[in-house]
Structure formats: C-alpha cells, structure tokens
C-alpha cells in the first residue's frame, strides 16, 4: 500500500515564486491535513479538511491555499513564497469513526528553502 | 486552549539503558493522547495511544499510562536499542469531534553502542 505520497521531496523556491505541493493517500480517509515542521518545534497545522469539497483553517494558514476536490487528493498551494515559509511540510489522512479517531497517517515530508 | 509539553532534547543513551521522555498537557475535557516517532527522513508514524484516563499503551516495547490526576503520558522503555533513535512527538486529541492533534514540540533521541 502506497499510503500518503507526497511530491515533492524538495524543492528550492525565490521570493515571490510560487507552487503547489502535490498530496495523494489510497486509503479512502475523510480527513486530510496539511503541517509545517520548523526546525525544534511541533508540527503546526496548517490547514485540513474533513470531505470532499470541504476545507477549513488551522493554525496558521496564512500565505497558504488548499483544495479538495476529491477524496484522494489535497494539495497546498503557496501563492508568494517568503523566507518565513522555508520549512518541511507533512500532509496526514485519517479515518474517523465513532471509536476509532484520530489515528493519522504521514506522508515523507517535502523539503521547502525559501531563497 | 489544549498544549502538550515535551520535555526538552536532544536525549542521548548507552544502549540497554532505561528511558522516560516525560509529557504533560492542558485539555478541556477528556482528550485522547498519543506518542508518534519520527525516523530519519520519514513521516511521523503513531508509536501508542490511550483513549480514557488509566489506559496505557503499548508498542515496540514503549509504554505510556495516561495519569488524568497528573496530566501527563510519560514515555517508556526498559532497554533501548540504536534503532530507537528518532524523533518523539507527544500529541492530543480533545475528543470534542475535533480531528485535530496537538504536538509537543519533539524529543531527538540518539542511541550509541
């Protein structure tokens, strides 16, 4: 089972460029995630989404946009990249039903230097 | 609102040795707890987890008893090997039909023969 797949695994950006960093899981999981990983600190959420069509902010979306048009898939999208977003970022999915919640599930990571 | 305090890294051990990594928390309610390890270059994989107050969780040789009365969800393992070394992540859940964890900020943990 390929699980979260992630792309890319790095990626070196200049100020004011944009991307958008690719998420895909094949476990059928209602909830998706976005995270950024700084360096010494905990995983911050960025933004997630619950269904299909359905997205909403974490704890600090700004400078970031997501979609989710499809079960599988939801991608993040950095419109202007700036120095402050040079980070690792790690997309998750989880299944929650009523006694299983919660459990979820990483990608690899992707890479991001902000130049 | 809910925090998760880890205590601070980098952790290193002899191989065989006993460790704790201790982790308190903040929470409204009754959150569901969880250790995940992060190895070298991967993506954070979820160790153990406890759901109501007493529970412990295990895995791996990990333990960790979720302590209600201390608010904490210590870390532990009898004898560590070097395969052991990775990252440590104490998170919670608040239960409230909120899917969203929060992570302590991480123990780096080294093995040395």
């Known amino acids: 089972n390929a699980g979260v797949t992630q792309t890319p695994k790095f990626r070196i950006l200049k100020i004011g460029q944009s991307m958008t960093l690719q998420c895909t899981q094949d476990m059928n999981h209602n909830y998706m995630y976005w995270y950024r990983q700084d360096p010494g600190m905990g995983l911050k959420l960025i933004y997630y989404?619950?269904?299909?069509?359905?997205?909403d902010k974490g704890e600090v979306p700004n400078g970031y946009n997501v979609s989710r048009s499809t079960t599988e898939d939801f991608p993040l999208r950095l419109e202007l990249a700036a120095p402050s977003q040079t980070s690792v970022y790690f997309c998750?999915?989880?299944?929650?039903?009523?006694?299983?919640?919660?459990?979820?599930?990483f990608g690899a990571g992707t890479r991001l230097s902000v130049l | 609102g809910d925090s998760v305090t880890q205590m601070e890294g980098p952790v290193t051990l002899s191989e065989e040795a006993f460790l704790t990594i201790n982790c308190t928390y903040t929470?409204?309610?009754?959150?569901?707890l969880f250790w995940y390890v992060q190895y070298p270059g991967e993506g954070l994989q979820l160790l153990l987890k406890a759901t109501k107050a007493d529970d412990k969780g295990s895995n791996k040789g990990f333990e960790a008893t979720y302590r209600k009365e201390t608010t904490s969800f210590h870390l532990e393992k009898g004898s560590v090997q070097v395969s052991d070394s990775a990252v440590y992540f104490c998170a919670l859940s608040d239960n409230f039909g909120n899917e969203k964890l929060t992570f302590g900020t991480g123990t780096r943990l080294t093995i040395i023969p």
């Open positions: 989404s619950v269904g299909a069509g359905i997205t």
């Open positions: 929470a409204t309610g009754y959150p569901s």
């Open positions: 998750a999915s989880s299944y929650s039903t009523e006694g299983v919640k919660n459990i979820q599930y």
